[in-house]
T-cell receptor
Framework: DAGVIQSPRHEVTEMGQEVTLRCKPI?????LFWYRQTMMRGLELLIY????????DSGMPEDRFSAKMPNASFSTLKIQPSEPRDSAVYFC?????????????FGAGSRLTVL | AQKVTQAQTEISVVEKEDVTLDCVYE???????LFWYKQPPSGELVFLIR??????QNEISGRYSWNFQKSTSSFNFTITASQVVDSAVYFC?????????????FGTGTRLLVSP
């Protein structure tokens, strides 16, 4: 298996622009997670899905952030409009119920820089 | 509220030394899981181990070993005979039944630098 695939790996954008990060989970995994990593706040869970349904989005910072999972093989995290404080590495991870759902396999991350 | 503390921000050792990474956790739940993840320079987090709160047996996997002590709320990680490839940031994490086992809360990480 190719693992969790994230794109783009790097994104540089200007304040106010829309940013879309993409994730393809491991085939057969039924949980998908979006985490954000910053120096100041460490690793934070933003939102997670089970069988394509959002279960907990309490970590989403504000209405500028939205996430979707239209099918089992694709998810997006969108920031509109972006701000410099959104600069971070965004990780997608997936897991399967059969492994207890909390053994996460992470993608390589998308490094976002908002100027 | 659940919390994970990794007091060691950075540790530097010379190859072949043993090193222990500390992890202290806080939870009011009696049922929980503890984890260690490794983040090498490439950036991707790699799962190392998961333990549940009912299993306090220590675990050894090659040069890696983990010591889980509920009495001190600690889940420490020891690397024996460290190697340069062990250089990475190591994260301890906790998930608890009350907030959902899927929600991992991570510590701030310990950066390990192993020099030749």
């Amino acid at each position: 298996d190719a693992g969790v695939i994230q794109s783009p790996r790097h994104e540089v954008t200007e304040m106010g622009q829309e940013v879309t990060l993409r994730c393809k989970p491991i085939s057969g995994h039924d949980y998908l997670f979006w985490y954000r990593q910053t120096m100041m706040r460490g690793l934070e869970l933003l939102i997670y899905f089970n069988n394509n349904v959002p279960i907990d989005d309490s970590g989403m910072p504000e209405d500028r952030f939205s996430a979707k999972m239209p099918n089992a093989s694709f998810s997006t995290l969108k920031i509109q409009p972006s701000e410099p404080r959104d600069s971070a590495v965004y990780f997608c991870a997936s897991s399967s119920e059969s492994s207890g759902a909390n053994v996460l396999t992470f993608g390589a991350g998308s490094r976002l820089t908002v100027l | 509220a659940q919390k994970v503390t990794q007091a060691q921000t950075e540790i530097s050792v010379v190859e072949k030394e043993d090193v222990t990474l500390d992890c202290v956790y806080e939870t009011r739940d009696t049922t929980y899981y503890l984890f260690w993840y490794k983040q090498p320079p490439s950036g991707e987090l790699v799962f190392l181990i998961r333990r549940n709160s009912f299993d306090e047996q220590n675990e050894i996997s090659g040069r890696y070993s983990w010591n889980f002590q509920k009495s001190t709320s600690s889940f420490n990680f020891t690397i024996t005979a460290s190697q340069v490839v062990d250089s990475a940031v190591y994260f301890c994490a906790l998930s608890e039944m009350n907030t959902g086992f899927q929600k991992l809360v991570f510590g701030t990480g310990t950066r390990l630098l192993v020099s030749p």
